[in-house]
Nanobody, 122 residues
């Protein structure tokens, strides 16, 4: 499966933004999905994940209460709604997919999309 993230850009602190990740070459209903982010000089970090059915989600403590993850299997797309954005949310955001439905393990993702840059700055 190929993943294509979009929706990044420049926003001000406190703003909202939604990222999308569209899949092709396979049905995303087959995969658990996750969002990760990375800033220069740092390791890629987990942001959020969602099970195949969408029944369960997981979030990093740093975004809990501000970010929401959802999926539309009919549209083969996963979304990351980001509210109350902070400068420290600035990063390249990546979507990823894995066969395992264990979203609480933030490792062993099988497919990765290219990143989309989110910049939060006044």
């Amino acid at each position: 499966v190929q993943l294509q993230a979009s929706g990044g850009g420049l926003v001000q602190p406190g703003d909202s933004m939604i990222l999308s990740c569209a899949a092709s070459g396979g049905a995303i209903s087959t995969y658990a999905l996750g969002w990760f982010r990375q800033t220069p000089g740092k390791l890629r970090e987990f942001v959020s994940s969602i099970t195949k059915s969408g029944s369960y989600t997981d979030f990093a403590d740093s975004v809990k209460g501000r970010f929401t993850i959802s999926r539309d299997n009919a549209k083969n797309t996963v979304y990351l709604q980001m509210n109350s954005l902070k400068p420290e949310d600035t990063a390249v955001y990546y979507c990823a997919a894995k066969f395992s439905d264990n979203i609480w393990s933030h490792f062993h993702y099988d497919y990765w999309g290219q990143g989309t840059l989110v910049t939060v700055s006044s």
